[in-house]
């Protein structure tokens, strides 16, 4: 079982950073892969990023080198760096675990993710 809490997320202008955080509670955290996907209003939720349980990533090709996915295993969490924001990233960011199939190499389907957070508003302003 894995419990996802996100945070980080906030209102911020076009070209500003932000990072979001997402703590994991699971007793194998180290096994799962993580990602970070997002829905904006009036649209499907779509993948960000992800991390495998291997330490590889993959990113979206809108993200075009402008966010960083990682993870800090001693507290169990998994970090999303949002650099130069654009108003088209405004969305509800959301915190995604499971397996490394299912998750990362499925990426960016969103159909076999077996967990996920709550989620993060995140609100970029022109």
């Known amino acids: 079982q894995v419990q996802l809490a996100e945070s980080g997320g906030a209102s911020v202008q076009a070209g500003g950073s932000l990072t979001l955080s997402c703590a994991v509670s699971?007793?194998?955290?180290?096994?799962?892969?993580m990602g970070w996907f997002r829905q904006a209003p009036g649209k499907e939720r779509e993948g960000v990023a992800v991390?495998?349980?291997?330490?590889?990533?993959t990113y979206a090709d809108f993200v075009q080198g402008r966010f960083i996915i990682s993870k800090d295993y001693t507290n169990n969490t998994l970090f999303l760096q949002l650099n130069n924001l654009k108003p088209e990233d405004t969305a509800i960011y959301y915190c995604a675990a499971g397996g490394y199939e299912s998750l990362y190499l499925a990426f960016p389907r969103v159909s076999r993710v077996g967990y996920w957070g709550q989620g993060t508003q995140v609100t970029v302003t022109s």
């Open positions: 699971t007793t194998g955290f180290r096994q799962y892969s």
């Open positions: 991390l495998s349980n291997l330490d590889t990533t």
